[in-house]
């Protein structure tokens, strides 16, 4: 909801505000910020803390020193320790404890703490409990999750690129989509792990979790660029055509002028010399006029008007995109006045963001029913 009615028009405003590559830069900015901030909340913020964050000890301890680490952690928060306190520094040292020997008796246990590296602390507390659960099992819930966020945010993305730019936007977002789902199955199913020496207290399944988080920013950054470097050939094609109607249009008007001006001069001219010539000039130019009308009218039965021509291939183009589901249909006549006539996809009257409001809202149902 927040990418929806809050990141969209914001980017879109700064790239309006700053038009060129220094509002994509600006742009780019703003999603990071909203990136870190949406993951912030939607995950880190709601995660239990840590086991190695309890134990004091990167992700990366061997399993000989988590004993250690366990009697060094435990000696600060055990209830003997507090006896001088007050009754809130207690409660809160006893729940802390608590916590820290739950994290040992997880991490103490290597089934449990590869299930818990793996597919989070849930799945480590069902392993402890149940015991009979084999890796195959945690695995193939990490797989159906990875599926299920596949399509959803598959089907997201495709509502949410629907527009100029829309097939490039999709290409650069479902490619960043299908790195994302390889990276979480590599982190979840295999041995795969990265930033190990600067991320002491994230899992690979965290990790997993994060870059998921931040697919929404991917996107529309994708979507950002490919609406910038969009270029609609059909319109720049159809103001090309009417110019040159124009033009056309134009060069004909001034050549009938000349010929007319022409014509009377001559006129005038044979008139001064004698009224006989004058008698013969006019009776001459009216069996030419005569002649050339039916020349031109047999000339235009031949041959097609170059003006024409173009107004033909207009109309043939307009009639070929409004038999796609665009254009003016039975328009026998396409002028400036029509403007470039672009085909539109097919949303079925519905805006994306209503879209989106849709599949989340029907999304969350599934999930609580």
Partial sequence: MIWLFAVNPVTTNIIK????????????????????????????????????????????????????AYRKVSLKYHPDKQMDMDDATKEAAALRFAKIQEAN??????RAREVYNRFGPKAAKQSQTSG???????????LVGLSINFVIW?????????????SSARMYSFTGLVVITLLGWQLMLSDFDFLTDYAWYWTPYDKAQIIQQLYPAWMRGSTIIAQTQFVDKEKI????IQWMIVALQKIH?????????????SRTAAAASSPTRAAAATSSSESSSSSS??????????????????????????????????G?????????????????????????????????????????S
Avoid: C
């Fill in 105 to 110: 008796d997880a991490l103490q246990d290597s």
């Fill in 237 to 240: 094609m159809n103001e090309k």
């Fill in 293 to 326: 009308s039916s020349s031109s009218s047999s000339s235009t039965t031949g041959a097609v008007d170059p003006v024409k021509r173009a107004q033909l291939k207009a109309q043939a183009l307009a009639t070929k995109k409004a038999g796609n589901g665009g």
């Fill in 328 to 368: 003016n249909k039975g328009n026998g006549k396409v002028g400036v006045a029509d403007g470039p006539q672009t085909t539109k996809p097919r949303t079925l009257g519905i805006p994306s963001w209503a879209w989106g409001i849709g599949i989340y809202v029907f999304i969350q149902w599934v999930f609580s």
């Fill in 132 to 142: 009979g659960d084999t890796r195959s099992d945690y695995e193939t819930t990490a």
């Fill in 17 to 68: 505000r700053n038009p060129g590559r220094k509002g994509i830069v600006y742009a780019i900015l703003a999603l990071a910020v909203f990136a870190s901030f949406t993951t912030y909340t939607g995950y880190l913020s709601e995660k239990e803390e840590s086991y190695y964050s309890l134990l004091e000890v990167p992700v990366s301890t061997p399993q000989a020193e988590l004993k250690r």
């Fill in 253 to 265: 008007e001034k050549v009938d002028a000349l010929e007319g001006r022409k014509s009377k001069v």
């Fill in 154 to 166: 598959g089907m997201m993305t495709f509502l949410m690129t629907l527009g100029d730019g829309g």
